[in-house]
Structures are given as C-alpha cells and as structure tokens.
C-alpha cells in the first residue's frame, strides 16, 4: 500500500501485489476524499478508510474486501462532523 500526497489534505493510494507486482488504485483518495486515513493488517482483505465526505461536511469510515482484483464496499459508518476526522480510526470504532 503506497500512500501519496496531492496538496493540503490531499492523497491517493496504490495497492501492489506482492506476488504478481500488479498495481490497482484504491476506490478512494484525491480531493473527493480528504484527510484519507487508512487502516489495515498484511495478512487480512480488510481495509477501513477514513476521510471528510467534502459534500457533507462529514467524517466516514468505510470498510472494503479486496480479493486481489477487486474492491468491495462492506458497510459506511458516518462517525460525525469534520473533526472526527482528526482522531484515528481506531478512536473513531470504539
């Protein structure tokens, strides 16, 4: 997982597979999706990003399965105004 920056609050992510070296884009990041903060453990399918939904004014936390070749949302939890997002994810799940 290769996290970037593109400007103030800004970023992108590239997952590569260790096994083929394949690379495939994260299904969020970039100005749509500010303050993104991700979590997630090597050996499992699960990822939990975090980010201020701009539109709303928000701080979700969104849950993906990734079998290698495809993203797929598990569930979105709404965890409250925009600074929720300041706190971690795993602050945010208690």
């Not at 990041?29 to 709303?56: I, K």
Request: overall charge negative; some cysteine.
């Amino acid at each position: 997982m290769i996290q970037f920056g593109c400007g103030t609050g800004c970023s992108g992510v590239v997952v590569a597979d260790n096994q083929t070296g394949r690379p495939a884009r994260l299904p969020r990041g970039g100005e749509e999706n500010m303050y993104l903060d991700l979590q997630f453990e090597v050996d499992s399918r699960l990822l939990a990003a975090q980010w201020l939904e701009y539109s709303t004014n928000r701080c979700v936390i969104e849950f993906f399965d990734y079998d290698r070749q495809t993203w797929k949302a598990v569930s979105k939890v709404d965890v409250g105004g925009a600074d929720a997002c300041y706190r971690s994810i795993s602050d945010n799940i208690r």
